[in-house]
């Protein structure tokens, strides 16, 4: 079994009065998280990429084990994707749940920059990763990470859709959620939206209803400056009726990604683009490694799916890169590869036969510990 960890999901959680034995209960998957209900809060187990909340990650855990991969968890190996930084505490918390509560035969925990350096048949390369909190940079030589060069940047997706909701503010524009509309009526373009409110809605709660906006504000096709002199607009519609056309409001929104000097309320010192993310972290490695590391420039994550983000990203390395490096740079042309790379890595290195030597066995957990994953799990 493979599994990886997406700083970007979601879960919910309501009044623990309400659920078994006076604990919270838990509506895990998509159609579950977009019905309203009364005190509902939308979290994520996340933090960082790290595991925060335990109680709602072994409920995702119960989740995907009874409704998804449907076999009793003793019965599989577990190999699973943390963040390069995760705490030696917290790994070994990971070790010490896996082997005790679901009693697996063995685990492997393996940092997801090298999972999806697999995904794209390389053993060393540099692993551009831009997720829902942040974009990283992360150095990847023979198969282990450089922890000296990761360098890691607050733009991303919640700062795009941060930015959605700044735009739409200063368009008059009210993003209002499916959950909240009756019905609405057909409008010309441009003219302001003719709909009905539910008349009888459940209390949520503000994060419940934040997440219900962002999905759709989602759907809107962002892009960036590419070899077109003129930006092509796309006609939108929002859930209640409203509808425009977007030019180039849909360059501006991203734009930040790449030069966050003229987003309003940053300062362009202290936030890196996301070329500079790159090029800061090579020139934090051993300078003999570095051709190799431009040589593989692997760009994974939800963000890399932008329009033009790769030939823009291409474009200010060239710009960037040392005359005497070659760069190259490597990109999945498919929507899947690029957001769940280190879960296709994970798979492939689940599969080798050279790998099973390196599991963690239930017996070497019982004579050694959890700390034994320090030593088997680099």
Same mark, same amino acid.
């Given at each position: 079994v493979v599994l990886e960890r997406d700083n970007g999901?979601?879960?919910?959680?309501?009044?623990?009065?309400?659920?078994?034995?006076?604990?919270?209960?838990?509506?895990?998957?998509? +159609?579950?998280?977009?019905?309203?209900?009364?005190?509902?809060?939308?979290?994520?187990?996340?933090?960082n990429g790290m595991i925060e909340d335990w109680d709602s990650f072994q409920?995702?855990?119960?989740?995907?084990?009874?409704?998804?991969?449907? $076999?009793?968890?003793?019965?599989?190996?577990?190999?699973?994707?943390?963040?390069?930084?995760?705490?030696?505490a917290k790994r070994e918390k990971l070790t010490e749940l896996m082997f005790e509560h679901y009693n697996i035969p063995a685990f492997f925990l393996c940092k997801t920059a090298v999972l999806t350096a697999f995904a794209n048949g390389r053993s060393t390369g540099l692993i551009l990763d831009s997720g829902a909190t942040h974009t990283t940079a992360i150095p990847?030589?023979?198969?282990?990470?450089?922890?000296q060069g990761i360098v890691k940047s607050p733009l991303a997706g919640d700062f795009i859709t941060m930015q959605c909701r700044e735009l739409f503010q200063e368009m008059n524009i009210e993003i209002i959620p499916p959950y909240m509309i009756?019905?609405?009526?057909?409008?010309?373009?441009?003219?302001?939206? +003719?709909?009905?409110?539910?008349?009888?809605?459940?209390?949520?709660?503000?994060?419940?209803?934040?997440?219900?906006?962002?999905?759709?504000?989602?759907?809107?096709? /962002?892009?960036?400056?590419?070899?077109?002199?003129?930006?092509?607009?796309?006609?939108?519609?929002f859930p209640n009726g409203y509808n425009c056309d977007f030019g180039a409001e849909r360059l501006k929104i991203p734009?930040?990604?790449?030069?966050?000097? +003229?987003?309003?309320?940053?300062?362009? +010192?202290?936030?890196?683009?996301? $070329?500079?993310?790159?090029?800061?972290?090579?020139?934090?490695?051993?300078?003999?490694?570095?051709?190799?590391l431009?040589?593989?420039?692997?760009?994974?994550g939800g963000n890399t799916l932008i329009q033009s983000f790769t030939d823009r990203l291409n474009r200010e390395l060239s710009q960037k890169t040392p005359p005497s490096m070659r760069l190259k740079l490597i990109a999945n042309n498919t929507t899947v590869e690029r957001r769940f790379s280190s879960w296709i890595g994970g798979s492939? /290195?689940? $599969?080798?036969?050279?790998?099973?030597?390196?599991?963690?066995?239930?017996?070497?957990?019982?004579?050694?510990?959890?700390?034994?994953?320090?030593?088997?799990c680099p």
């Open positions: 999901s979601t879960l919910m959680e309501i009044d623990g009065d309400k659920g078994k034995q006076g604990g919270p209960t838990y509506y895990i998957d998509t +159609n579950a998280l977009r019905v309203p209900r009364e005190n509902m809060e939308a979290i994520s187990p996340l933090k409920a995702i855990l119960d989740h995907t084990y009874k409704m998804h991969i449907k $076999s009793e968890a003793s019965l599989h190996p577990v190999l699973m994707s943390e963040a390069p930084w995760n705490t030696r990847v030589h023979d198969g282990y990470v450089l922890q009756a019905s609405k009526e057909a409008v010309r373009e441009g003219s302001p939206a +003719n709909w009905k409110r539910k008349e009888k809605l459940p209390q949520v709660t503000r994060s419940w209803h934040n997440y219900m906006c962002n999905v759709s504000m989602s759907l809107l096709h /962002l892009s960036l400056p590419g070899v077109a002199a003129q930006m092509p607009t796309v006609h939108y519609e734009e930040g990604l790449f030069d966050p000097s +003229n987003v309003k309320g940053l300062s362009g +010192n202290t936030m890196l683009g996301v $070329s500079h993310v790159v090029t800061t972290s090579v020139g934090m490695c051993d300078i003999d490694i570095r051709p190799g431009y040589g593989s420039v692997i760009v994974a492939i /290195l689940a $599969s080798l036969g050279t790998f099973q030597q390196m599991w963690i066995s239930k017996q070497e957990y019982e004579e050694g510990g959890k700390q034994c994953v320090e030593r088997k």
